[in-house]
Every structure is written in structure tokens, then in C-alpha cells.
């Protein structure tokens, strides 16, 4: 499945699944952040010194796509004002977050990207 197909064709799946989202070419030829949707949840996914990660996609201070942000090391900004995130953790670094987000697994097996959604808050 392409990540054009998987963004229209969301796969039904149980919690707990492997999600397919793409492949690691498709996903990351624009750069080393992309957001996707898995099962109608916005993820963005972080390519990280040949490292994949996955976190909710929207700020947990305001509207913002994570994925739109600047990346630098294992740290994401959020464009709108700026907070930083932990890829590898999901925590709030500064202000003016005060939430951690989501972190969601991620795997790949061939070229193939996968996600599990994580439950619950982060």
C-alpha cells in the first residue's frame, strides 16, 4: 500500500495491530518529517539518524501539526509557539508546554513502515 493509498484507505484494524503507512522512500523524499493518518489519528512520523518515531501529530499546547515543525536531533518544535518535544519519549522540554504527547511504535520491515497506535493519554 502506497502512503497516498493508506491516507484514503485507512485499514479497520484491533487495537494492538501493525498498521501499514507506507514505505520509508514514499514517506520520508521530502525530508525527515511527515504526518500520516492512522485509523483517522494524525501521526507524524520522525526520520532520526536512521531511527524512526511516531508521535501524535497535533501540539498538545495549541492546533499545530508536529510534523510542520523544525526537527533537531531527537527534538521537535512546534511551529506555532515553539515548545519542544522528545521524539524518543514524548515529553514536554519547555514552555509553553505543560503535556507530553503520544508516542506510537514504529517499525520497518523491508522498506515497509508500520505503527502501532499506543491508548490512552500520554
Known sequence: MTAS??????????SGQWIAVGTVAELFDQGDCVGVQVNGRKVGLFKVDDQLFAVDDICTHGNALLSDGDLEGYEIECPLHAGA?????GKALCSPLV?????????VEGDGVFVQLASGEA
Do not use: G
Not at 85 to 89: A, C, G, H, I, V
Open 5 to 14: 493509498q493508506a491516507l484514503i484507505f485507512p485499514e479497520q484494524t484491533k
Open 85 to 89: 518535544f522528545d521524539l524518543r519519549n
Open 99 to 107: 503535556k507530553n504527547t503520544r508516542c506510537h511504535s514504529v517499525k
